[in-house]
């Protein structure tokens, strides 16, 4: 839904909320949000393949769940940002070079924590795979990077390609493994 022709009906709230993360820029916050940049990019391809190789052994079903929650999380993020080309905030810290929205350091940070923690079945993992993924919307917002709703877009978005993934394979996956609880 939007207010005019190209300004979101959210606008308001990112104007805002950007303005906060513009006033409360410290050295300390920027540098550990960057650190934030690169587990959310290559931390996450990292993370990742690693988890698909530890898994490929011994419950390759499993592997290639989590593999390809975060291959659709990354390829429906880009045809997305594609499709809408929405433009980032003007003072960022980072380099970027696609549209806006949504976030794929979020969509990817959430693929990857939901699935490994529907693997692992453990509340610890939902807890520290929330945590990460918050820290992230919070991270890309105060370097600039996204809108607020970006953020929250890359998340539901990483959430429901998981989940939906997982609703359409659990029974295979299940089958033949135990749930690694």
Do not use: E
Not at 98 to 108: D, E, F, I, L, Q
Not at 153 to 172: C, M, S, Y
């Amino acid at each position: 839904m939007r207010l005019s022709h190209n300004v979101p009906i959210f606008q308001g709230l990112d104007n805002s909320w950007y303005q906060l993360m513009l006033a409360s820029r410290t050295p300390g916050l920027t540098l550990a949000n960057r650190l934030l940049d690169f587990l959310g990019n290559a931390g996450m391809v990292i993370y990742s393949v690693l988890l698909f190789l530890v898994l490929l052994f011994r419950h390759r079903r499993l592997a290639f769940f989590t593999a390809g929650a975060n291959l659709g999380a990354l390829g429906l993020t880009h045809l997305i940002k594609f499709l809408v080309a929405r433009p980032r905030p003007l003072d960022r810290l980072v380099s970027v070079d696609s549209g806006s929205y949504p976030s794929g350091h979020v969509s990817a940070t959430v693929a990857a924590m939901v699935a490994t923690a529907i693997v692992l079945g453990k509340l610890w993992m939902w807890i520290s795979g929330a945590i990460l993924s918050v820290a992230m919307m919070y991270s890309r917002t105060y370097l600039g990077a996204h809108w607020l709703s970006d953020t929250f877009a890359g998340a539901i978005l990483g959430v429901g390609v998981t989940l939906l993934l997982w609703a359409a394979v659990q029974d295979k996956c299940l089958q033949r493994y135990a749930v690694l609880r």
